[in-house]
């Protein structure tokens, strides 16, 4: 298992761990309190665990050995369940949660027992908080000095990002959730305790909107990051076989890389020693860059040299 893999699987169990233990109070105290963004919350919970286990069969999955009808291996089917991720956090976990706060608009009911709902949703922040700590940690350890909304948008790591973007819509969840049950405590109206349900279901919806709008990017192909993409380049371009290079692309394949080569080699004494000089020059680079599973050299000329 490569390092990223183990942060990305270290992150995803602790995110498992707390959404457990959260959903089962979240229930609890949504059927003391009757609260409707008690019970928003408790789903949206439910939610997460579901998809940190949907996270660790594509995890799985993806170390499938390559066969004859996938010989570049299964390491984009993370992608697939990255999808499925968001596709669930933003239907079960944002949609649900607004209609069952329209739902509680219709029909207000005011809370019981609302100290039980105020005493969950604080456990549950500092729960949430130690899963969003663990996330972190892993991602500094990758991010390269980046802040996190430039990783975000550059990472090719879709589970890490997904467990990021799910404990993010949790704090924010939670947040919104005890501001509503105070208003409804203190104002007396039950309103607010629904507005509250809808409020936590737009903003899950909306984090959703935006893990899914990155992992299609990933879906549709991506290039390796921007600074490994260039790091690539340079390397090839100073080897002292190579004269230049002419293009170079980078399809990112889950953990693994695939990287194409154009490049005019300066001249050889024959065919072998061109042969040779390339495979030095791939063998440094696959030494380098571990994770580049696949590397096609292309020889040529400018079309100035034809």
Not at 119 to 135: K, R
Not at 141 to 168: C, H, P, Y
Not at 290 to 301: G, I, L, R, S
Request: charged share 15%; net charge negative; aromatic share 8%.
């Amino acid at each position: 298992m490569s390092a990223n893999s183990e942060g990305s699987t270290k992150a995803i169990f602790y995110a498992l761990g707390a959404n457990g233990g959260i959903a089962v109070a979240k229930f609890a105290a949504a059927i003391f309190t009757s609260s409707g963004a008690m019970l928003a919350e408790a789903i949206h919970s439910t939610a997460d665990c579901i998809n940190q286990i949907f996270l660790l069969v594509g995890i799985k999955e993806a170390k499938r050995a390559p066969d004859a009808s996938h010989p570049m291996g299964y390491g984009r089917v993370v992608y697939f369940w990255a999808m499925m991720v968001a596709l669930l956090l933003f239907f079960l976990g944002g949609a649900f949660s607004v209609m069952e706060g329209v739902e509680r608009l219709k029909h207000a009911e005011p809370l019981k027992n609302p100290m039980v709902a105020l005493t969950v949703l604080g456990i549950s922040v500092v729960l949430e908080a130690f899963s969003l700590y663990g996330a972190m940690v892993e991602i500094r350890k990758i991010s390269a000095g980046k802040n996190f909304f430039q990783w975000f948008r550059e990472t090719r790591q879709s589970e890490l990002m997904v467990v990021a973007g799910e404990d993010i819509a949790a704090l924010a969840g939670l947040a919104v959730a005890f501001i509503a049950v105070v208003l409804s405590v203190v104002t007396g109206n039950p309103v607010w305790d629904a507005v509250g349900s809808i409020i936590v279901g737009c903003l899950l919806m909306a984090i959703a909107f935006f893990i899914i709008r990155e992992v299609k990017a990933m879906i549709t192909g991506e290039s390796a990051a921007p600074e490994v993409n260039e790091a690539i380049r340079a390397h090839i371009t100073n080897h002292p076989q190579v004269d230049h290079v002419i293009n170079l692309i980078t399809l990112q394949w889950g953990e693994q890389l695939m990287i194409a080569v154009q490049a005019k080699m300066r001249p050889q004494g024959s065919d072998k020693a061109l042969v040779a000089a390339i495979n030095e020059v791939e063998a440094g680079i696959q030494s380098q860059w571990p994770q580049v599973k696949w590397c096609f050299f292309e020889p040529d000329t400018d079309r100035t040299d034809d």
